[in-house]
């Protein structure tokens, strides 16, 4: 079955930068984009950006732009988000997500890594 | 961006109770709408891509409806594992943008 598994928990200090994981299996990875969505304790859902695994290709909302970067490395079907520059507000939880409304539609999402930004 | 406005923000019901969300869009959106379930500590759930196309595995008791700024979500004989927040997602244009969430909670 499909799945999304995610490296665990960072803490880090403002100004610092950090790198989460997403592994992929049971399905080839470079056929689904991923995505990134991040949630804030108590909050909605927040869109990052999408990347498509097999191009490389890359794109991400505008309020991240320059302080956000996704990778992957095909070899061992794994997607990352790089987020820099960090401040107190993007503690939250963040969640990678491969998704398609079409037909034959599919949802899938990773666990969740929890971000803590402080000092 | 596309503002989405759920509403209510938060809602009581009872077991068994039938229940509609809404989620309006800033601009038309044409039917490029899903709906999402969330419950503590969990990733989100798809429910409905396309207004009202149900994701594979989901039950019918969960539907959607409308086209252009209006939608539903509709619930039908609400179980305890129903009471969660729903989220509503677009993806008619970048960046695809979420509602603020609906609470649902057991009266």
């Known amino acids: 079955q499909v799945q999304l598994v995610q490296s665990g928990a960072e803490v880090k200090k403002p100004g610092a930068s950090v790198k989460v994981s997403c592994k992929a299996s049971?399905?080839?990875?470079?056929?689904?984009?991923i995505n990134w969505v991040r949630q804030a304790t108590g909050q909605g859902l927040e869109w990052m950006g999408w990347m498509n695994p097999n191009s490389g290709n890359t794109g991400y909302a505008q309020k991240f732009q320059g302080r956000v970067t996704m990778t992957r490395n095909t070899s061992i079907s794994t997607a990352y988000m790089e987020l820099s520059s960090l401040r107190s507000e993007d503690t939250a939880v963040y969640y990678c997500?491969?998704?398609?409304?079409?037909?034959?539609?599919?949802?899938?999402w990773g666990q969740g890594t929890l971000v803590t930004v402080s000092s | 961006d596309i503002q989405m406005t759920q509403s209510p923000s938060s809602l009581s019901a009872s077991v068994g109770d039938r229940v509609t969300i809404t989620c309006r869009a800033s601009q038309g959106i044409s039917n490029y709408l899903a709906w999402f379930q969330q419950k503590p500590g969990k990733a989100p759930k798809s429910l409905i891509y396309?207004?009202?196309s149900l994701q594979s595995g989901v039950p019918s008791k969960f539907s959607g409806s409308g086209s252009g700024t209006d939608f539903t979500l509709t619930i039908s004989s609400l179980q305890p594992e129903d009471f969660a927040t729903y989220y509503c997602?677009?993806?008619?244009?970048?960046?695809?943008?979420f509602g603020q969430g609906t609470r649902l909670e057991i009266k």
């Open positions: 997500a491969s998704y398609y409304y079409g037909s034959g539609s599919y949802s899938y």
């Open positions: 396309a207004a009202s």
């Open positions: 049971g399905y080839t990875f470079t056929s689904y984009d």
């Open positions: 997602q677009q993806y008619n244009s970048y960046p695809p943008t």
